[in-house]
């Protein structure tokens, strides 16, 4: 029965090692029939087909055992290994088994872009490109269409009809593998029953070893009595002469009953060393059985583990399932209330767009009305400038001195007339120009002063400017600016002082984060009273009579329209008597 029992065992033991090579020889098979069924985009470009393997696993034995007997697309394959994501390159396919805890993200990550199949063992479902997972005694797999097409590959028909297309059925496997997990429960708990049978078996049988030796005790006992009884019998023989011959007979029948004694003993003493042999064999049976109890009580401990780790995943991907939903419905909401603000944003859109086409053609009226206007004042003006020319060179002579002054006036008030006209012409034709470029603010200010060379010279200027930056906008219209500020500077000073212009310029951002140019033109004028400081830059506003000083009171309205024009505001500081700074802003 134990040469069967071995024997049995060395079968089953021989078998399970049969299993296990068939089942790697699977999963190379299954690993080279994907590479087979898979196009790359630089398939033609590759001498041979490399197959990579991550971590120390045991696969790239088969992988390089399969490889000397059958090649992939006709190209020889080569099987390397990598010790950890970063050395990965250089191969067409990759081999990873989860046992070994590599990050499928991480490993995703790296691989991006080079042209790499990842065929992954026992990872979650739709995680990578084509997961295999153990089911019995073959493979199941399924294929991540996201990721592979995200790559470039091309999945053939055949391969792709026999993968697993649902979730629902890669959960069906594992709930496979914990029937399998219960089945081996109960044969467990059925090897279990079977060694208490076997323990009690034994004790029995070591009792009945302890009656047979007290049997035994029991019988030696007898034949040592025995012996002391013939011992007297033979010391009384003189005396008991008449009954020789019945102690003759009484010793030949003690005679037999030793030697059967001693048979029966010789007997048992054979029957206890085979029961010791047959308990030795049963205990290292049991000793056996307890080994691989406790290995499959190791397996079903680890599989147990398993499968919590895959229940607590399964509530984790119903619990992000459940969210996603959830999410999904608070982003369509957010969607239709967002829809429903862009409609009304688009109609209001649609509003301020009409508006501004309205507002475009009032202002293309009004400065068609201001150049028509203009043009039509100039008329009336030029004749009248003609006609007193006329008279101041044909009755000068004629004329007494309040005619003459009469004359005078009249052709001072036209000259001014004149700038007032051609001031509103240039006023309603500013912040109009498409042109803009980048403008180097030093060459600005270096071509005004030589504009200005007869006037600083005159009045003794000094205009001392830090390195200006360069901007974007209109150039005429920015210098038109500069001109303006600089030559107030220089007109609204009190006699006897020498006029000094202080340009400078920084960059800042606002509570929006937008960068803009501040620039600051401080001179030390006359300087203006706060009460003035809203109406300055408003047209034709002058604060001092002609007399005092000459202009149309236009210069600041041009140069608060410069500035917004160019999406940037204008203010001063000033203090009467010491100086004034004026402040505008151009967007960086």
């Not at 059985?289 to 119903?318: D, H, P, V």
């Not at 001072?412 to 803009?436: C, E, P, V, W």
Request: some cysteine; proline content about 1%.
């Amino acid at each position: 029965m134990v040469c069967v029992l071995l024997c049995f065992y060395g079968l089953s033991i021989h078998a399970q090692t049969t299993n296990q090579q068939v089942k790697r020889l699977q999963r190379a098979i299954f690993v080279y029939n994907f590479a087979q069924q898979v196009g790359w985009p630089n398939q033609v470009d590759a001498t041979q087909f490399k197959i990579g393997v991550l971590g120390p696993d045991r696969a790239i034995i088969d992988f390089k055992s399969l490889a000397q007997k059958r090649n992939i697309n006709n190209k020889p394959v080569t099987v390397v290994n990598f010790n950890s994501v970063k050395d990965v390159k250089d191969v067409q396919l990759l081999y990873v088994n989860k046992s070994f805890n590599f990050d499928i993200n991480y490993i995703l990550n790296k691989i991006s872009g080079q042209n790499i199949l990842l065929v992954t063992e026992d990872y979650n479902y739709h995680t990578t490109m084509i997961n295999m997972v153990n089911v019995g005694d073959s493979f199941e797999y399924e294929i991540n269409n996201k990721t592979i097409d995200k790559e470039g590959f091309k999945i053939a028909n055949s391969l792709q009809q026999y993968a697993i297309s649902s979730s629902q059925k890669w959960k069906d496997l594992y709930q496979n593998s914990e029937a399998d997990l219960e089945a081996s429960k109960k044969i467990e708990a059925e090897q279990q029953e079977n060694l208490v049978t076997k323990d009690a078996e034994i004790l029995s049988q070591k009792q009945q070893i302890n009656t047979q030796e007290s049997k035994i005790d029991t019988i030696l006992n007898t034949v040592v009595t025995q012996d002391k009884w013939i011992e007297t019998l033979s010391n009384q023989s003189e005396l008991h002469k008449q009954r020789f011959e019945d102690k003759v007979k009484i010793e030949q029948d003690l005679e037999d009953n030793i030697k059967r004694q001693i048979e029966f003993i010789k007997s048992q003493d054979q029957n206890i060393i085979s029961r010791n042999l047959e308990i030795q064999k049963q205990h290292n049976f049991i000793q056996n059985q307890i080994a691989e109890i406790e290995t499959k009580e190791f397996i079903l401990k680890q599989k147990e583990s398993q499968l919590n780790t895959q229940k607590t995943i399964n509530i984790l991907l119903i619990t992000l399932i459940s969210l996603a939903v959830l999410g999904g419905i608070l982003i369509y909401r957010s969607y239709l209330s967002k829809k429903k603000l862009n409609k009304k944003l688009k109609d209001k859109n649609a509003a301020i767009q009409k508006q501004s086409l309205e507002l475009e053609i009032k202002n293309d009226e009004l400065e068609q009305f201001a150049y028509i206007a203009s043009h039509d004042l100039k008329e009336p003006l030029i004749t009248i400038t003609g006609l007193i020319d006329l008279l101041v060179e044909e009755y000068e002579d004629k004329l007494d001195d309040n005619g003459k002054m009469s004359l005078n006036f009249i052709s001072q008030s036209s000259a001014r007339m004149q700038k007032l006209i051609d001031a509103i012409l240039q006023y309603s034709r500013l912040g109009k120009s498409k042109n803009t470029t980048n403008i180097n603010c030093n060459s600005v200010i270096s071509i005004l002063k030589d504009d200005l060379k007869n006037v600083i010279d005159r009045t003794e200027s000094t205009i001392i400017t830090t390195d200006l930056p360069t901007i974007k906008g209109a150039e005429l219209e920015l210098r038109l600016l500069f001109q303006n500020l600089i030559s107030n500077g220089i007109k609204f000073t009190k006699k006897g002082v020498k006029p000094i212009i202080s340009i400078d310029c920084n960059l800042q951002s606002n509570v929006e984060s937008v960068d803009y140019w501040v620039f600051s033109i401080t001179d030390n004028g006359i300087g203006i009273p706060a009460k003035h400081k809203d109406r300055i830059f408003s047209i034709f506003q002058r604060l001092h009579s002609r007399d005092e000083y000459e202009g149309t009171g236009i210069g600041l309205a041009h140069c608060k329209k410069i500035v917004e024009a160019h999406s940037g505001r204008i203010w001063l500081d000033s203090e009467v008597g010491k100086g004034t700074t004026f402040y505008f802003t151009i967007p960086a």
